[in-house]
């Protein structure tokens, strides 16, 4: 069973910075992805941002670009999302994911059926 561990949330002003962290285990394939997700309340799991282990590619949802910025420490098998000018609207519980065969559905990183789930960090940012 493959265990995700999301730590990092709080509260912050808007205009704020928070850090995610997504602590995984140590695989011995690259074929994943991981994926950060939020759900606000009342609202659908929107996908933000993913990166790919084999090849180190990074997506993010229109509604994040620019600010947020996702990376991978593989010494510390952590991945992180760095989260600067916050908005109200980013209020959310954050969820990273990891999907196996990251090859096979890297076109629809967003859509895919993600394997394992960390338990969720919640973010609420004040106007």
């Known amino acids: 069973e493959v265990q995700l561990q999301a730590s990092g949330g709080g509260l912050v002003p808007a205009g704020g910075s928070l850090r995610l962290s997504c602590a995984h285990p140590?695989?011995?394939?690259?074929?994943?992805?991981i994926t950060w997700f939020r759900q606000a309340p009342g609202k659908k799991r929107e996908g933000i941002s993913c990166t790919g282990r084999s090849d180190g590619t990074t997506y993010y949802a229109d509604s994040v670009k620019g600010r947020f910025t996702i990376s991978s420490d593989n010494a510390k098998n952590t991945v992180y999302l760095q989260m600067n000018d916050l908005k109200p609207e980013d209020t959310a519980v954050y969820y990273c994911?990891?999907?196996?065969?990251?090859?096979?559905?890297?076109?629809?990183?967003?859509?895919?059926?993600?394997?394992?789930w960390g338990q969720g960090t919640l973010v609420t940012v004040s106007s």
């Open positions: 994911a990891m999907g196996l065969n990251y090859r096979l559905w890297k076109s629809y990183v967003f859509l895919y059926e993600y394997n394992y």
């Open positions: 140590t695989f011995t394939f690259d074929d994943y992805a």
